[in-house]
């Protein structure tokens, strides 16, 4: 998508943005009947069709709106727009629009032609099609170009993967297509196998990894700039490309959901293409812990005692609280092997939190009030929101385990994501800036692409946003 800072005296596409109080002021301007269809509330659209070619009149909302609604407006716009806009150049009007708004109304243009399977079909993928915008200058326009189409790579990538069907998204396929994006943006890229996990002991990974027809593969990604003494954040993204629950089986009804068990990685995935994409002055490692959770003769079984990457014991009571298993070691190789300044995992962890927040929010723990507020701040800021939680020591008695060092649930029903979060907590190796997010409840629901639940994209500008404006 070209934006150009010019205007043309003829234009057969224009896109003219109006709050309601802006409509108000100046729709004695136009014809008086369109006011019957249009005030400017957030996103109506009314179509003017003339001799000349076609206005958008499309609606914003109040004049007190936040940023990230000027995106929701855009990415609706485009969705509902698809068959209709022509690739050619178009002029936007929209004076109520500052810097920072115009490049979220830009984002969402782009985010907005996403379905799956993706193909880049929408009119604002065509060459031929411009935003000709003369109230910011070239080199403005030139920069948010580039963000909207890094972030929306990020995102796509994102919910690509992440909607794929179970059969199409193998240890291996995933793994390759890393191994190719690792090459496409000079990233390092490190993988172990199932052999190699074994004489590294990550033993918590590899007893999930066991019941599966699929080699092991413990993959690390790191994007190093050349910036001095930049900044480093550890992403470490829960990797379970189809969970059955394994032994302890989930129940069917709801079961083809589980190709969505994969959302932490796929927020770590689009926020690695990103900073790429912008160079971002930062340096990240990123730890995907790729398997199944399957059913086999080889599956882990409740009560077996796994040995984890740090040396604690852990009694399994659960198979399907696998995903705390594979980040138990992703976390402790992150935390002993990379000196990082954050550590953040992502999961789609537990029904506990889909059951406390639905989807308006992620549960957010931390041990850091920095990295705490920071996370919340971003959240509010990209609407993709947290909600602290805590993580007192009483939630620590609920994991004791006869047998092992820990547990992997507690008997108690209640406060899963708690107890999840306090799992995790032992294998931090004392990381003085760690967050655990569980975005069960938000990675993946209702779209406006989609008929039946999908990915949400959740996470990828909510971790773009804060590295690249950590300072």
């Known amino acids: 998508m ?84 022509q690739p050619v150049p178009t002029l936007v009007i929209a004076d109520c629009l500052n810097e920072r708004q115009f490049e979220e109304f830009a984002k969402g243009l782009l985010i907005g032609t996403y379905n799956y399977p993706f193909e880049k079909t929408h009119a604002f993928w065509n060459a031929k099609f411009e935003l000709h915008f003369e109230n910011l200058s070239q080199k403005k326009l030139d920069t948010i170009g580039k963000k909207a189409e890094a972030l929306s790579n990020g995102q796509t990538a994102c ?126 490692v990123a730890i995907l812990p790729i398997t199944d959770n399957a059913i086999s003769e080889n599956a882990f079984l409740p009560s077996d005692v796994i040995t984890a990457y740090n040396g604690k014991t852990i009694e399994v009571l659960n198979t399907d609280a696998e995903g705390r298993m594979i980040l138990a070691d992703g976390l402790s190789y992150m935390a002993k092997n990379f000196k990082t300044d954050f550590l953040i995992d992502l999961a789609t962890l537990t029904g506990s939190s889909v059951r406390m927040f639905g989807d308006t929010c992620g549960a957010l723990f931390s041990n850091n009030e920095e990295l705490k507020n920071l996370l919340i701040k971003t959240g509010d800021k990209t609407n993709q929101r947290l909600w602290n939680l805590p993580l007192w020591d009483v939630w620590k008695d609920d994991i004791q385990s006869d047998v092992a060092d820990i547990k992997n649930i507690s008997m108690k029903p209640i406060g899963d994501c708690i107890i999840a979060a306090k799992f995790l907590e032992q294998f931090i190796e004392n990381h003085p800036k760690w967050a655990h997010l569980d975005i069960a409840g938000v990675a993946f629901g209702n779209v406006g692409y989609a008929k039946e639940k999908a990915a949400t994209g959740f996470g990828v500008q909510l971790l773009a946003d804060l590295i690249e404006n950590y300072h």
């Open 159 to 284: 919910q690509e993967w992440l909607n794929k069907p179970a059969n199409l998204k193998k240890p291996d396929t995933f793994s390759l297509y890393l191994k190719n994006l690792a090459k496409k943006y000079d990233l390092k890229y490190t993988s172990f196998n199932r052999k190699k996990c074994e004489e590294l002991g990550l033993g918590a990974y590899l007893s999930v990894n066991q019941g599966s027809a699929y080699d092991a593969a413990f993959t690390i990604i790191e994007y190093k700039t050349n910036v001095k003494n930049a900044v480093t954040f550890g992403l470490v993204g829960k990797c379970v490309l189809f969970d059955t629950g394994g032994i302890s089986l989930k129940n069917p009804d709801n079961m083809h959901y589980m190709k969505s068990d994969m959302g932490g990685a796929t927020a770590v995935l689009g926020t690695l293409i990103y900073a790429a994409e912008m160079q971002l002055p930062v340096n990240i």
């Open 2 to 85: 070209k934006l150009i800072n010019k205007k043309n005296k003829n234009y057969t596409q224009v896109f003219h943005l109006f709050t309601e109080e802006e409509w108000t002021k100046t729709s004695k301007n136009f014809n008086k009947n369109i006011s019957t269809f249009f005030t400017g509330k957030k996103h109506e659209v009314f179509v003017n069709a003339h001799e000349e070619g076609i206005t958008y009149f499309i609606g914003i909302g109040k004049s007190t709106l936040q940023n990230f609604e000027i995106q929701q407006v855009a990415v609706k716009f485009s969705q509902t727009q698809k068959g209709k806009v």
